[in-house]
């Protein structure tokens, strides 16, 4: 049992968005954390959004809104590179980096060369501002320890099983192929485009829609597809996985983490459109394989990435950094 009187941590978490991606998973964090004891407040910073660099209004308003901030914190928790350097002028006993994805490579991908440059140097500049990292990656994990000798903790993300109580039953689409995630190079939603129209079924993109309807679209789906480029660990295959949605997924990154092929769902080779095309139409008109993909893959996530199973980890790790 959890004893809640002993968890009455002080703790800033600092992020360019509580919704979606990292941010979403620091807000989901800090419920559980609150219910158990934790005192979790959230640094809510305006953007002033410039295309893809929401970046530089986000550092620059949370510096300021740092500097005016004069509490002392037990813990400060910035939750991805650019938030650092506002955690940086927080005042705590210790601070906390968590980084879902490597993220020089990120920049690279997404934006110019120059913009490249400054990120990569940003990302060693924010390292150094830092006592704690986290990831929720083995393959991250690895990847700083042998790039920068950079010891990061795993902290895998959980998924709230909760949350699907109002994602009632849905009439299933036949053959409906699903992809969601943002409409970016890295994710690789050109490499499904180019093959949809020799899809046996129908694709849907879920781009922009809030989190409940696109889980009910999911839920009415035969497939989901991820064919990124480069990626961490996303929680729309755990949320798949729950759903008993079977995934076909290229084998990059954090990937191979969730989805052993032919067990728990199918790894392709990245950047391979004719092979995505080709494992699709294989898995539609195979639905016993999709059921054997699906139910191993709920009882996986059901067993290693529940709250039950890791929010007494969260608790430690938070608990031990003081002592």
Known sequence: MIDKKSNNLNILYISPTFVGGIGGHAFRVSEKLNQNGFDIELMKIPHIAIKNLKNPSFTIFGSIQAILNLKEYDIVHAWNIPSAFIMKKIKAKKKILSVHGVYGQQIEQIHSNIISKIGKRAEKEAFKITNVFTTDSKYVQSFYKNKLNIDFIHLPAPLDKSKFEEIYELKKEQ???????????????????????NVNGTVVYCIDLPWNETMKQLKKSTILVVPSRMESIPQVIKEAFFLKIPV???????LPELIKDGE????????????????INKLLKNPNLQLILSNNAHEFILKNYSWDYLLPKYIEFYKNLLK
Not at 248 to 254: F, L, Q, S
């Open 175 to 197: 053959n409906q192929i699903i992809y969601i995630g943002r409409n970016s190079y890295e994710k690789g939603i050109d490499i499904l485009k180019k093959i949809e129209n």
């Open 248 to 254: 076909i997924a290229t084998n990059v990154g954090g």
């Open 264 to 279: 728990t769902g199918i790894l392709i080779q990245s950047d391979d459109s004719e092979l995505l095309l080709d494992e």
